[in-house]
């Protein structure tokens, strides 16, 4: 049994202020380091017991990590707190999935702290504003002391808690593409009580001629190893018309690619049972968004 | 044995510099070295909302905050909500009104996320209401009085 | 709600104790810091059933920390819950244990001059486990062969060999079942089971403890019972009463989690006389919830009814699995027993209870004790008979609850009482109108994925443990009233508050007795030393039982305090009255009618000072003779997602029968709180294990033991509140308890709306959206399969 109340685990802080000196300390410190943002997921893991660094290095005080930037692509610092992402969003519909996933994110307190960098460096399953990001087709860029390479998001998440990142690596911004015309956008979840961890997330970003499907981007969460998109069921749906008809074969073609498990919050059928639904619902959110483009 | 530092707060107006280690959270920082124990322990996982307390304005967990990540930062805790000569503000007023109240324990937490809502929106729907203390818990109230209680607050 | 019989009784004012609260003022145990303190932690074992081989404790000690082995501490077993009598009393556990009875029991306990290191000298701790078989299934410990997890327990002062894990059994047997039902035009059976809810008391539970220099102790505890967690520790420690010290300190709620002394509470007791320092143990969440947890059931019911709807009989069978220590299953099972047959009337019937041993946290009382597990099975068949007879649930309802002029047992058969104060009718003619029954409608005719249902729920808990004869559980209060010298009255009793007002309503009871303005009437600070014996403040006895010995006292104070008015102002002392004057905020005693013959009550102390007549104070113990029903009535409205399980409560309306309502704010306030755990109970709330380890699936986090928010429950709008118009001549000013009965009767009727909903009855509580996602699956496909 570890202990919440206090860490027990002794390390160092870190909170260098630039670049350099944070890759320089990474390389320095190896796997003894930690990178630490809001520290929402870090902290706890620290109770748990299932961390056990020597180095804790903070990268919230790096400016670079810490803005938002637009040029037709998004760039927003992996530092960057949910709280600030979530309010851009609003001002921006065409992120309305991120919106969404922002918003379902448990607490107001959590989205005060947590950065989105620290969303997807986690690679949990469920993490909500990833699968957002996923159906955004975002891509993150990477930094280490030998040089920087941008990721799809896609290729980022590796399995339960692992990413692509080598040791001394950083994430230092996700891009987001400019969305396409007539593309809408939502992201939906369900959880045992309000603001709870995802049990099953979808997240859907379709463009649409108003009745045919041109092209989608359909992510679900909680069902598979990492926050999964579903390839197969956007090329069913690709160029479709949308009807129920339409609707249930791809429904049926999610529930046979996922790959759910039970545990502490729900149970496989279940998920698999209600990935159809959550499915479909999440994807006539995103419908009726585009019908209401102007 | 890890290295103390000494870190600068402004706590409830007031100027301190805890020395802390580097693995000592904020609310225990808050409560021993500060002895502001309005500030609640309750699940240490961010689930319940117990430990909130205001930085810079906003509200965070202390629970999962480490106190060498806040120098610098100005904080206001349930003590530092009434005014300094002891008048009550609004909120607590509108608490102890409603029945709001009943163990206390989670009331600090509330207060600050009513606070803090307020801040944001003089008049907040029952809807956002409940949306802002989403990640605060209350085992005795069922939230009826405490949504009541803030919802008198707005204009 | 203004109550024109009384000054304060019945309004709504501000709780004394709320400023502390609002302002982070209010100091908890766990905000007990004492000079030179230090902090305790306890290794708890990783295993469920386990012997202790060896521990070395050295590497701990090297570290300047105070270690308490199992060789350390007394080895004399207890029971941690000191209500019933001794000779209904089990006690199964020591200070530290002699075995490993589930996943988290402490070991060997250390302290430090800090938390960090303590945790240290836990870690440079060298226990080694014998690892046994464990068994966490009750119905398997009852098979030969299974683990057995004690040998022997002490009931009183015998030995009592423990077989197949049954810690204890009960039955109650009325008439003859088999001839009832055979009477019966229906006979209908179902089974029922319950989570193993947590308490989840927002505070951690925590204690203080500070040797004394006399050799006694200073014990700042997270209690319902200072007097019992004194007594405990008296007998354990062997010191004297007189030498210890349990203070009164505010609980961060409890539901009846501190009803016992906690195992904590005796651990750093043996911590400080060891470090002859004061020591703190504040458990961590995860400790809490391996601590204890709500009894479980798993009820088979069944009842036989006249086609009018006349019950025959009833037959109820349990089997609780009561987890790796007896805390306090003989009563459970007695209560079980009354909650099932003081419903509704069986001219037959029979209970038979069942406690079993496993290799789990213990459980004990939590709101209800027992109460709404039964109520859940009751109140769903009531729903069922109902359908099967096409007769209206509420009037199947009326037609066979116990109500007024009824025999009634519901703290067990061995606490009868008649029912003198009874609101049930009121509460469900007008609840029917309030949440639009009518709007009810029948399952089958619903259709569409997100489908609507109501339903009621019925129930009632007792106004503490009172009885006309001393029977197996102890129950009386002891108060203490002043008049001080400048007319204001201090209050001393050992009652707690849980956070519902228990001690606010005391304060109003004795400013309305004594013409006192409510504000001048203080509750002092108390403590073991300065109080006479309270039992605990559990069973919704708070108001009805320690309101009343506050009441009594009160009413020995008044006759001294018109005794010394009528030798100043010269009145007879029956003549005289007493009423409050708020603008002077002082009472005022004076004679109808004769403006001339009028004295402030602070006069009359003050000149009773002067003249040496004495103090004006008066104690009282008091035993309440019966115990009687406060009856509740939740009507519940639920959305089921049929294609998501999911179930929204989106209406209800509670009620509660408490005779004269002292707080109103705070009653309903009770009624909100306990309708929200209860919805949590039917929907949400089960500690579940792994069968491999034996630990909690969530961990003992609250990340993944889930308590229901703000957004998850009703509108201000759609949640109402009323009280039944009743007076119970038993009560302090005709009051009965609110307590428990506030959720009672909820899972039942949650669970009748689901029906209502959904037309499929689901039986396992938490109904979780799996659930009822499986049972909708199956009734889909029997249906297909029938066509
Ligand atoms: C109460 C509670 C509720 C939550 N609810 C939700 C929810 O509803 N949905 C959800 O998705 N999540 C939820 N979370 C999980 C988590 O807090 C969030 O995902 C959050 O965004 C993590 O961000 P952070 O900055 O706090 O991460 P941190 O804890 O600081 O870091 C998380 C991980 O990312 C690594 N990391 C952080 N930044 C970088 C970087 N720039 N480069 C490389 N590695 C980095 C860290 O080393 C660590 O492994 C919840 C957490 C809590 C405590
Ligand atoms: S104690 Fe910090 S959120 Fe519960
Ligand atoms: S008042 Fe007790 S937890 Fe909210």
Not at chain 3, 124 to 149: C, N
Not at chain 3, 472 to 484: C, G, Q
Not at chain 3, 525 to 531: F, L
């Amino acid at each position: 049994m570890g202990n919440t109340r206090i860490l027990t685990r002794e390390f160092e802080y870190v909170a260098p202020e630039t670049m350099p000196e944070l890759l320089a300390l990474l390389d320095r410190h190896g796997p003894a380091a930690t990178i630490i943002a809001g520290g929402t997921d870090v902290v706890p893991q620290l109770k748990y017991e299932t961390i056990s660094p020597d180095y804790l290095i903070d990268v919230t005080k790096i400016a670079e990590l810490c803005t938002v930037r637009r040029d037709g692509t998004l760039h927003i610092g992996a530092a960057v707190k949910l709280r600030d992402v979530k309010a851009y969003c609003r001002d921006h519909e065409i992120y309305a999935c991120l919106d969404d996933a922002l918003g379902s994110i448990g607490q107001v307190q959590v989205v005060n702290m947590g950065t989105l960098g620290g969303n997807l460096c986690t690679a949990s399953p469920a993490a909500d504003a990833a699968l957002a990001l996923l159906v955004l087709e975002a891509q993150v860029r990477l930094i280490g002391s030998s040089g920087e390479r941008i990721v799809a998001l896609d290729a980022f998440f590796r399995g339960p808690k692992l990413t692509c990142m080598e040791p001394g690596e950083v994430l230092a911004e996700i891009q987001v593409p400019a969305v396409a015309d007539h593309t809408g956008s939502a992201f939906r979840k369900i959880g045992r009580v309000a603001g709870d961890i995802s049990k099953i997330s979808c997240a859907v970003a379709v463009q649409s001629d108003g009745e045919r499907c041109l092209s989608c981007r359909i992510g679900m969460g909680a069902v598979g190893p990492t926050p999964m998109r579903m390839p197969g069921v956007e090329q069913l749906l690709s160029g479709r018309a949308i009807d129920t008809d339409v609707m249930d074969e791809a429904a049926d073609r999610l529930a046979a690619d996922i790959s759910p498990l039970t545990d502490a919050r729900s149970t496989e059928f279940y998920r698999r049972r209600v990935s159809r639904v959550l499915f479909k619902d999440t994807f006539d959110q995103a419908w009726k968004r585009v019908q209401r483009q102007p | 044995m890890m290295t103390k530092r000494r870190v600068t707060l402004t706590v409830n107006g007031e100027h301190v510099e805890p020395l802390v280690e580097a693995n000592a959270l904020l609310v225990n920082v808050l409560r021993e070295e500060l002895q502001l124990t309005g500030t609640k322990y309750c699940c240490g996982t961010g689930q319940c909302g117990g430990c909130t307390v205001l930085v810079n304005g906003e509200p965070i967990l202390s629970c999962l905050t480490l106190a060498a990540a806040v120098d610098g930062a100005d904080i206001v805790t349930i003590e530092g909500v009434a005014e300094p000569d002891g008048s009550l503000d609004p909120i607590q007023e509108a608490f102890l009104d409603h029945g709001a109240v009943q163990c206390g324990f989670c009331t600090p937490g509330m207060i600050l996320m009513a606070k803090d809502l307020l801040a944001h929106d003089p008049s907040p729907s029952e809807e956002q209401i409940r949306e802002h203390l989403r990640g605060n818990l209350c085992r005795c109230t069922g939230y009826h009085r405490i949504v009541k209680a803030i919802g008198s607050c707005g204009q | 709600m203004n109550d024109d019989r009384f000054d304060v009784i019945g309004r709504v004012t501000r709780r004394q104790d709320g400023h502390a609260m609002v302002t982070g003022r209010q100091l908890y145990s766990s905000d007990i810091s004492l000079p030179n303190m230090l902090q305790a932690r306890v290794l708890r074992s990783p295993y469920p059933h386990a012997r202790i081989a060896a521990i070395d404790t050295s590497g701990a000690e090297r570290l300047g920390a105070v270690c308490v082995t199992p060789e350390d501490v007394p080895r004399v077993k207890y029971n941690e819950r000191q209500v019933s009598v001794p000779a209904k009393t089990y006690r199964d556990r020591t200070v530290l244990p002699d075995k490993i009875r589930h996943v988290g029991q402490g070991v060997v306990a250390v302290a430090a001059r800090t938390e960090a290191l303590a945790d240290k000298a836990l870690d440079a701790l060298d226990v080694g486990f014998e690892s046994l078989p464990a068994v966490f299934d009750p119905h398997e410990a009852m098979r030969d062969g299974a683990p057995q997890l004690h040998d022997a327990v002490m009931l009183g002062e015998t030995v009592l060999p423990i077989e197949r894990n049954i810690a204890c059994s009960r039955e109650a047997v009325e008439g003859d079942v088999a001839r009832g039902l055979e009477e019966a035009d229906l006979v209908v059976e179902n089974e029922f089971t319950t989570g193993r809810a947590y308490h989840g008391q927002l505070e951690s539970k925590a204690v203080v403890c500070r040797p004394e220099a006399d050799g006694g102790i200073t014990v700042w505890a997270t209690t319902q019972s200072i007097h019992n967690t004194r007594q405990l520790l008296g007998i354990l420690f062997d010191i004297p009463l007189s030498k210890i010290n349990v203070q009164r300190v505010p609980i961060g709620g409890s539901f009846g989690s501190s009803i016992q002394m906690n195992s904590s509470v005796a651990i750093c007791v043996a911590l400080a006389l060891k470090a002859q320092k004061p020591v703190k143990l504040v458990l961590t969440r995860e400790e809490d919830m391996y601590d204890h947890c709500k009894y479980p059931s798993n009820i088979h019911l069944t009842y036989g009814v006249k086609r009018d709807g006349t019950l025959t009989a009833g037959h109820l069978k349990t089997v609780v699995d009561i987890g790796g220590h007896n805390i306090q299953a003989y009563p459970l099972l007695g209560c079980m027993a009354g909650w099932f047959v003081s419903l509704y009337r069986l001219p037959h019937l029979k209970f038979e209870g069942t406690a079993v041993y496993t290799n789990k946290a213990p459980a004990c009382a939590m709101q209800g004790y027992g109460n709404p597990q039964v109520t859940f099975a009751v109140e769903s068949m009531m729903d069922t008979i109902a359908e099967a007879l096409d007769i209206d649930p509420i009037d199947l309802r009326l037609k066979n609850y116990v109500g007024l002029g009824e025999t009634f047992w519901g703290q067990g058969p061995t606490v009868r009482s008649v029912i003198r104060s009874c609101g049930v009718e009121e509460m469900l003619l007008k609840g029917r109108a309030m949440v639009g029954w009518e709007r009810r409608g029948s399952p089958a005719r619903k259709t569409g994925r997100f489908r609507r249902g109501i339903g009621v729920g019925r129930g009632f808990h007792t106004s503490g443990t009172g009885a006309p004869t001393p029977g197996e559980v102890i129950d009386y209060s002891t108060a203490m009233v002043k008049i001080n010298e400048d007319g204001s009255v201090d209050c001393l009793t050992a009652l707690m508050c849980h956070g519902g007002g228990t001690l606010e309503a005391g304060a109003k009871m004795v400013a309305e007795e004594l013409g006192v303005p409510l504000d001048r009437v203080g509750i002092s600070p108390s403590n073991t030393r300065s109080t006479g014996y309270d039992v605990c403040t559990h069973a919704t006895r708070g108001v009805y039982c320690g309101g009343a010995s506050l009441l009594r006292a009160a009413q020995d104070v008044k006759k001294i305090l018109l005794d010394f008015a009528s030798r100043i102002i010269d009145v007879n002392p029956e003549a005289l009255k007493v009423q409050p004057d708020t603008s002077r905020g002082q009472g005022f005693v004076f004679l109808p009618g004769a403006p001339a013959k009028r004295i402030s009550v602070a006069e009359v102390a003050k000149t009773a000072q002067i003249k040496g007549w004495g103090s004006i104070i008066a104690v009282v113990s008091h035993r309440q003779v019966n115990c009687p029903p406060c009856f509740v009535v939740n009507f519940v409205e639920v959305e089921v997602d049929t294609a998501t399980g999911q179930i929204r409560p989106v209406r209800a309306v509670a009620a509660v029968d408490a005779g004269t309502v002292i707080n109103p704010d705070l009653a309903a306030g009770q009624l909100e709180g306990g309708l929200c755990r209860g919805i949590g109970l039917a929907l949400l709330e089960d500690t579940t294990y792994k069968p491999d380890s034996g630990e909690l699936t969530c961990g003992g986090y609250l990340t993944d033991y889930k308590i229901y928010t703000a957004q998850d429950m009703p509108s201000l709008e759609d949640l109402s509140t009323f009280f039944a118009d009743t007076y119970e001549p038993s009560g302090p000013f005709g009051a009965k308890g609110v307590g428990e009965a506030a959720n009672n009767a909820t899972a039942g009727a949650v669970a009748n709306a689901i029906y209502n909903a959904v037309g499929v009855r689901l039986t396992e509580a938490p109904i979780t959206p799996e659930r009822v996602l499986s049972a909708l699956t199956r009734e889909a496909e029997q249906l297909q399969q029938g066509r």
